[in-house]
């Protein structure tokens, strides 16, 4: 595995994570709060299908994060450092543990996606949170 694989394995879904949820308010907000006065609907008839594609779209990066996480992972598992490696080898251990990292944080922020998909479809963007 090479390193842009395991950065991505890290920070894949986080990222997409990131975007939807930046991008999903930002665009919420201005549809449904468009001069600091609640309207009942979104002024943009593209707003909620926009938003779901948005959620699928991050929820596909975020899979893909977390399938290139377990691969590195799988890959590096079995590596082992020598006994007594030089300063220059030993990559083995830090290549393991930034791939279990990156799993675990790409499962993480799979979750993330997950809850955030479901809030965009169940929640109305112009719902009041009182």
């Given at each position: 595995m090479?390193?842009?694989?395991?950065?991505?394995?890290?920070?894949?879904?986080?990222?997409?994570?990131?975007m939807?949820?930046?991008?999903g308010?930002?665009?919420?907000?201005?549809?449904?709060?468009?001069?600091?006065?609640?309207?009942?609907?979104?002024?943009?008839?593209?707003?909620?299908?926009v938003?779901?594609?948005?959620?699928v779209?991050?929820?596909?990066?975020?899979?893909?994060?977390?399938?290139?996480?377990?691969?590195?992972?799988r890959?590096?598992?079995?590596?082992?450092p020598?006994?007594?490696?030089?300063i220059?080898e030993?990559?083995?251990g830090?290549?393991?543990f930034?791939a279990?990292?990156?799993?675990l944080l790409s499962?993480?922020?799979a979750?993330g996606l997950?809850?955030?998909?479901?809030?965009?479809?169940?929640?109305?963007p112009?719902?009041?949170?009182?």
């Amino acid at each position: 595995m090479g390193p842009l694989m395991i950065v991505f394995g890290m920070l894949g879904a986080a990222a997409a994570w990131v975007m939807q949820t930046e991008t999903g308010q930002t665009l919420a907000a201005q549809g449904c709060y468009p001069h600091r006065a609640a309207l009942p609907a979104p002024q943009w008839s593209w707003l909620m299908p926009v938003l779901q594609a948005m959620s699928v779209m991050a929820l596909l990066v975020g899979v893909a994060g977390v399938w290139v996480a377990w691969r590195s992972w799988r890959v590096t598992r079995d590596a082992r450092p020598d006994p007594a490696p030089a300063i220059s080898e030993t990559t083995a251990g830090r290549t393991r543990f930034l791939a279990m990292a990156g799993l675990l944080l790409s499962l993480l922020f799979a979750v993330g996606l997950v809850a955030t998909g479901l809030a965009v479809v169940l929640v109305s963007p112009c719902s009041a949170w009182r």
